[in-house]
């Protein structure tokens, strides 16, 4: 059963009694990445000792940087580790650290041919899915990146950037909040102290945030605004278009004065969906009812008679416009899916074969 978002615990790390604000202490390097409960409990206190938690602030290449109570280095990449993951650091042998399990996974297909996953990020709370009033503001891919963090158990957050350079940004708050009633709609200005100011109730102790978005929405500028420097290097749109500059190239943990931990991405071009039915279902909640009342359990909302959805669009409670994006987030995500799971068939039936190879080799010498 798929947890509503808007109605998890979102209560601070560090509970307080009724009335009293919280003693302030100097937090410990694991609670100012965000250990929380949930992964100490998947570990024995000897395990903590001889394998000490860390977490992957930074993904290379060839290396993942990871922090921990006294420990900031760099190990050999682990198979399917993500940044924001957590790992039971093995000092001897590095890659057979293990990965703690996830309270949350980001994840899409990757871009091009290659018919694989690519995972963005792990152990996220809060994702803030940025978009500016301009021409980039594109009410598809919004509903893409709300259907990704909802299937990943992420509370999804739409924040829209420069309403200040319109005269009427109500416009753009209204066919926001037009896709989901779950989505909390907030304008800000990414400079200064607003964002600190507004994201407060997301951005507490143990937390971790994630801004997503395209280039130039201003994700750098609001994580620099969040750790109150200006560590990550931010760019200028292009005026023609309001694209603007990959001036994030990875992904990266910041931990923040207050004890959460914010994630800046680049911008992604391309955000394919594979295994969020139900995100997509949660998104489009409305057309996924109406769907339930058609005459046939089966019914594509086509030409069938008896469809509850055509007859929704006819009388205007439905519009045409949305009903055309749900029909191809559906089918997207169905190719996706049966695509990567042919894939991952026939990477199961060679190793099947490689390893009766191997066997009669050796049965052979």
């Not at 309270?103 to 500016?132: E, H, M, Y």
Request: with cysteine.
């Amino acid at each position: 059963m798929k947890v509503d978002p808007m109605t998890r615990d979102y209560s601070g790390f560090f509970p307080s009694k009724a009335g009293h604000a919280p003693a302030e202490r100097k937090l410990s390097t694991l609670e100012r990445y965000g250990w929380q409960p949930y992964f100490s409990q998947q570990i024995s206190v000897d395990a903590l000792t001889q394998t000490p938690p860390v977490r992957v602030v930074e993904v290379h290449r060839n290396a993942l940087h990871v922090i921990g109570d006294a420990i900031d280095e760099h190990i050999p990449p682990l198979p399917n580790s993500a940044v924001g993951d957590w790992l039971l650091l093995d000092r001897s042998h590095p890659p057979s650290s293990v990965v703690l399990d996830r309270k949350s996974l980001l994840k899409r297909r990757a871009p091009g041919t290659d018919r694989s996953i690519q995972l963005i990020a792990a152990n996220i709370d809060t994702a803030f899915i940025v978009s500016s009033c301009n021409q980039d503001f594109n009410v598809a891919r919004l509903e893409r990146y709300i259907a990704l963090t909802i299937e990943a158990n992420i509370a999804p957050v739409v924040l829209l950037t420069k309403s200040d350079l319109v005269t009427s940004p109500e416009d753009y708050v209204e066919r926001a909040r037009s896709l989901s009633e779950l989505v909390p709609i907030l304008t800000l200005d990414a400079r200064g102290a607003a964002p600190g100011e507004m994201l407060s109730v997301w951005c507490k102790p143990g937390k971790t945030v994630a801004f997503l978005g395209s280039s130039g929405v201003g994700k750098s500028t609001l994580t620099n605004a969040l750790t109150k420097s200006r560590e990550i290097e931010t760019g200028a749109i292009r005026e023609s278009d309001a694209k603007g500059r990959h001036t994030t190239t990875r992904r990266q943990l910041y931990a923040i004065p207050n004890g959460c931990v914010v994630l800046d991405t680049p911008g992604m071009r391309e955000v394919q969906l594979t295994d969020v039915s139900s995100g997509i279902e949660e998104v489009f909640a409305d057309l996924h009812a109406l769907g339930e009342q058609c005459r046939f359990r089966d019914c594509q909302h086509e030409t069938e008679p008896g469809c509850a959805v055509l007859a929704a669009v006819k009388e205007g409670d439905i519009d045409d416009a949305r009903l055309a994006r749900w029909r191809k987030l559906k089918a997207e995500e169905i190719f996706n899916t049966a695509s990567l799971a042919e894939r991952k068939s026939k990477d199961k039936k060679l190793g099947k074969t490689i390893r009766q190879i191997m066997k009669h080799h050796g049965k052979r010498q």
